[in-house]
């Protein structure tokens, strides 16, 4: 675990999933990226490389059943103490009785060889895993014609940042302690 921009994350991931949709040639989705404002510059403290993981999983689900539309992902602040993500696309969805074994391991769409079907049917599994490594939780919003939404949540940690590490070790080498309107300063 380390400290990362969250901006930085998502920077990322847009511009490689940006330059698949072209490989892939998937000219009739929109893939749209959804960070409000106010957490454009935050700083995450968590698994960058697995939080990656997780969403270039379920944005490769995402991709392979959805032919137009929009992909949509991203962060929301859902004002408690996890950081909240998302993917959502306008898919063909997944059935009802499906459903309650998308996270098993080797769980493909019934039917046919296709594009669709050329997964190993670990996607989803993966990602279930690594959220819950992070101690996390993750979530599925049937729309079944109309796509899926995946979100997910892992606990906000704190981090001990480079200014803490300088300013403990400068203490513990030399401390002058100033008294400045009260207060103690170490310098």
């Given at each position: 675990e380390k400290e990362f921009s969250i901006n930085e994350l998502f920077d990322d991931l847009y511009v490689k999933f940006l330059k698949d949709k072209n490989r892939l040639e998937k000219h009739?989705?929109?893939?749209?990226?959804?960070?409000?404002?106010?957490?454009?510059?935050?700083?995450?403290?968590?698994?960058?490389?697995?939080?990656?993981?997780?969403?270039?999983?379920?944005?490769?689900?995402?991709?392979?059943?959805?032919?137009?539309?929009?992909?949509?992902?991203?962060?929301?602040?859902?004002?408690?103490?996890?950081?909240?993500?998302?993917?959502?696309?306008?898919?063909?969805?997944?059935?009802?009785?499906?459903?309650?074994y998308i996270f098993n391991t080797f769980i493909k769409r019934p039917g046919p060889p296709s594009e669709k079907n050329r997964g190993l049917g670990l996607g989803l599994a993966v990602a279930k895993g690594l959220v819950e490594l992070l101690e996390g939780e993750i979530h599925f919003k049937p729309n079944e014609g109309r796509g899926s939404?995946?979100?997910?949540?892992?606990?906000?940690?704190?981090?001990?940042?480079?200014?803490?590490?300088?300013?403990?070790?400068?203490?513990?080498?030399?401390?002058?302690?100033?008294?400045?309107?009260?207060r103690d300063l170490a310098i």
């Open positions: 009739s989705i929109a893939l749209l990226l959804n960070i409000p404002f106010q957490m454009k510059s935050m700083i995450i403290h968590s698994d960058q490389v697995r939080l990656k993981q997780i969403f270039t999983n379920l944005l490769q689900n995402a991709f392979r059943f959805t032919e137009k539309g929009i992909i949509e992902f991203g962060c929301f602040d859902n004002g408690s103490d996890a950081y909240s993500f998302f993917v959502k696309d306008s898919g063909c969805g997944i059935d009802e009785k499906e459903q309650k939404l995946f979100s997910f949540n892992i606990p906000k940690r704190l981090g001990i940042s480079s200014s803490k590490v300088s300013l403990q070790h400068m203490k513990s080498n030399q401390e002058k302690n100033v008294k400045i309107l009260g």
